[in-house]
């Protein structure tokens, strides 16, 4: 029995991936439904406004996302 130390490493990986595939599977909650959109872009702006790494992506993607809703109700009153 030499290999106890590798024996060990795999039995722990094996059951860390069982606990994480049973994870996966498992039904949603009634409680974990999508967010709504004035929540999600409430949450998003939260983001935006920090300093954590990646807030300028999550700027500018709004920044996209208000342009593009800008541009959808000019084409909407044109078009009527």
Do not use: H, W, Y
């Not at 069982?18 to 949450?43: I, M, T, V, Y």
Request: charged share 20%.
């Amino acid at each position: 029995m030499q290999n106890t130390g590798a024996r060990r490493a795999a039995v722990v990986l094996v059951s860390v991936l069982a606990l994480f595939s049973g994870l996966g599977c498992a039904p949603q909650r009634k409680g974990q439904e999508a967010p709504d959109a004035q929540g999600q872009r409430a949450r998003d702006s939260v983001i935006g406004a920090s300093q954590l790494p990646g807030a300028t992506g999550v700027r500018a993607a709004l920044r996209v996302g208000d342009s593009a809703s800008a541009r959808r109700r000019v084409e909407d009153s044109v078009a009527q």
